[in-house]
């Protein structure tokens, strides 16, 4: 048996029917041109002859001495046709049918006696495509790791016709001079040795975070409409924007595409808000998870992220004047993750948001203030076009993980010229999500207009 890494083990343990605990996301692929209706059972048929798992799409919880999600086991007999399934829209099969699809399948927990993932098939859209929908546990993987896992499934070879698969792809991450090896029990005690030492300088980040208020900390957000209670059921809106114009407006401003991002995400908040006579005065705080991952790593397995509290200044008026605002938030709060190790960031960013875990308990959600409003996720993609079976991958929307006190979220990936944004909130509190997606429009067209 494989212990869970604490990080993992709280993913599990938070779980619950209102909060699944999985990431996701759905690609959108146009066929080739000579492909034939039965495209799409020959393509599921050619994945299910992918029966060779990775270790981490073997991995369900165990119970160790009587206490559960403590532990993994690896499931040696695999229902592949369970985990991999093929489904079609009923007529006329337009887009918005294929979100409520993907709404109900970002809904519905993974079921804890197999291993946590599956994979989904989706034909009948009535311009021809088809989708791939996939969901693995956050326990299992982080978000970074299960877009590179997905972006390793596709090729830039247009003739190539392979249906590789996430589970079954060989492992190609180099093992860097500093990595610890042996057992995970022994990895684990190594990293917190190291924490331990670094303790002084963990101690000297975290007072200069504080004192000269260089990191934005948590519970200084205001409660809003998304700081509540939530259900289980999910409704996802996606849409995809040029990377081009972001650029511009990165360009004229001397800021980074993810500030321009966030300045969207900042104008988009703040006028959903405004249209509810729900806007505070102060300023929505954002959470921006950053990875610890090195370029090279393609390891499947385990969570390897800090956080960053980002002041998203939505009580500005002026859309220059907010990006600006954000920018240099960002700026320095970032300078501080950098001057450390990745242990020392992620101790740092656990310190910073430890009070999230009492979010978890529902009766603290309504009384006490948010440690953060949103979280809003940039997560890289590939830049030129790819391929998979010899289908165009067209866009690829993320999804992750609303939960109490945060009813919506917004990721957002880079695919060839596109950022393709997936937002997915709490069907319950957060209404008529889809709004947000012209908001943010709205707020691209203010920047490029102020510039």
Sequence with gaps: MEFVSPIDALFLLAESREHPMHVGGLQLFEPPEDADPDFGRRTYDKVLQNNDFQPTFRKRPATWLGAPQLGWTRESDIELAYHVRREALPAPGKPEQLLDLASRLHSTLLDRHRPLWEFHLIEGLNDGRFALYSKMHHALIDGVAAQRLMQRTLTTDVTSCAARVPWNLPHTARQRPDAPSGSALGSAARNLLSAATSTPALIRAARTALLRQQLTMPFEAPRTMFNVNIGGARRVAVRSWPLERIKQVKKATGSTVNDVVLAMSAGALRDYLLERDALPDKPLIAMVPMSLRAEDDDEAG?????????????????????????????????????????????????????????????????????????????????????????????????????????????????????????????????????RLLGHLENALVELEEAI
């Excluded at 600006?324 to 992620?346: C, D, F, P, W």
């Excluded at 529902?362 to 009384?367: F, Q």
């Excluded at 590939?382 to 009813?407: C, H, K, T, V």
Aim: hydrophobic content about 40%; charged content about 15%.
């Design 302 to 434: 385990g969570n390897k992220i800090c956080a960053i509290l980002c002041n998203l200044a939505t009580d500005v008026t002026d859309p220059l004047a907010r990006l600006g605002a954000i920018s240099e938030s960002m700026r320095r709060n970032k300078a501080i993750y950098q001057s450390l190790s990745s242990t020392q960031a992620m101790a740092l960013s656990a310190l910073t948001l430890s009070p999230v875990s009492l979010s978890l308990l529902p009766a603290l959600t309504s009384v006490t203030n948010p440690p953060f409003n949103i979280v809003i996720s940039n997560v890289p993609g590939p830049r030129e076009p790819m391929y998979w079976n010899g289908a165009r991958l067209d866009a690829s929307y993320p999804m992750s993980i609303p939960f109490d006190g945060q009813a919506a979220n917004i990721t957002l990936t880079t695919n060839g010229d596109n950022l393709d944004f997936g937002i997915v909130g709490c069907r319950r509190a957060v209404p008529h999500l889809a």
